[in-house]
């Protein structure tokens, strides 16, 4: 399949007289020109709101890049004999404003701020790779061999920042950001179970409908019971354990009569024991 760069030079002629082409190629620099100073303006604060030094080291230096293409840039006006001017770009516009968003949304001092915040600039990055590979298939097409070397420079530090990028969000950014948030469930848990053992502890204990672990009921401790021996037939949810602990249930366990009888003929002369005068 043909390159984009071959089907317009197949289109056109490859022929610079051609002023559309050439004001094709004016109008997209305008527009990456406004887009550097605009990113310009952004990474500083991206930078500053960041948690981690990686992060924000990471902003800084694709600041400094980012000054050199402006230069670059600039470079190119002057090869073509114009002005170097902007022409406002809403695409460029927006992405900042998802960067501000996240700023602002999250909260400082944590890992999901900078998960938030490598996502706004890959996406930054994202568009200013399409810009610069398009700008660099049009400078090679008119044959504008240095603008397209310079051009090339910078689409590649945009490659090398998203892949940077991409490597500390996959190395740890995301993961302690997960384990983050998990902590803050677990928290939420923690605070749902230490309510609802507040509320056994203030309780009656006494009760004689306890439910167990699957939602039922059965019959326990009668008359005004303690903590202990509620909160064990109260929670115990396997039918035979359940017959063996509790007198009322009708389990193979001796009831506390039969114990009660038994102890006494062991030890009760009057009663038929073994012990006596």
């Known amino acids: 399949m043909a390159s984009f760069t071959d089907q317009l030079a197949k289109f056109f002629g490859a022929n610079e007289t051609d002023t559309s082409l050439r004001e094709l190629f004016i109008s997209e620099l305008k527009g990456i020109y406004y887009a550097e100073k605009q990113i310009t303006d952004a990474l500083p604060d991206m930078a500053e709101a960041a948690t981690t030094d990686v992060v924000r080291d990471a902003f800084r230096q694709h600041l400094a890049e980012t000054e050199n293409q402006i230069r670059r840039i600039e470079q190119i006006f002057q090869q ?3 002005e170097a001017d902007e022409k406002t770009c809403n695409a460029i516009d927006g992405l900042v404003d998802d960067g501000e968003v996240v700023i602002s949304d999250t909260d400082a001092g944590t890992l999901t701020r ?3 915040l490598i996502i706004a600039g890959q996406k930054v990055e994202h568009h200013e790779i399409a810009a610069y590979g398009s700008l660099h298939s049009l400078a090679r097409l008119l044959g504008y061999h240095e603008a397209a070397r310079l051009i090339e420079q910078s689409l590649d530090e945009e490659k090398n920042t998203d892949k ?4 500390i969000a996959e190395s740890f950014i995301n993961e302690r950001a997960k384990l983050e948030s998990d902590t803050d469930d677990d928290t939420d ?3 749902m179970r230490n309510q609802v053992r507040d509320t056994v502890k203030e309780g009656d204990y006494g009760q004689t409908n306890w439910p167990n672990q699957s939602g039922s ?3 326990g401790v009668t008359g005004t019971g303690t903590e202990e021996n509620a909160g064990a037939t109260a ?3 396997d039918e035979s354990n ?3 602990l509790d007198w009322t249930t009708g389990g193979n366990k001796r009831t506390e009569s039969d114990y009660n009888t038994s102890r006494r003929s062991d030890n009760d002369p009057t009663l038929g024991g073994t012990s006596g005068v």
């Open 189 to 191: 848990r923690d605070g």
């Open 114 to 116: 900078d998960a938030g």
């Open 164 to 167: 940077k990028l991409t490597e």
């Open 80 to 82: 073509l004999g114009i």
């Open 242 to 244: 359940r017959a063996d």
């Open 217 to 219: 009921s059965y019959s």
């Open 235 to 237: 929670w115990r949810s």
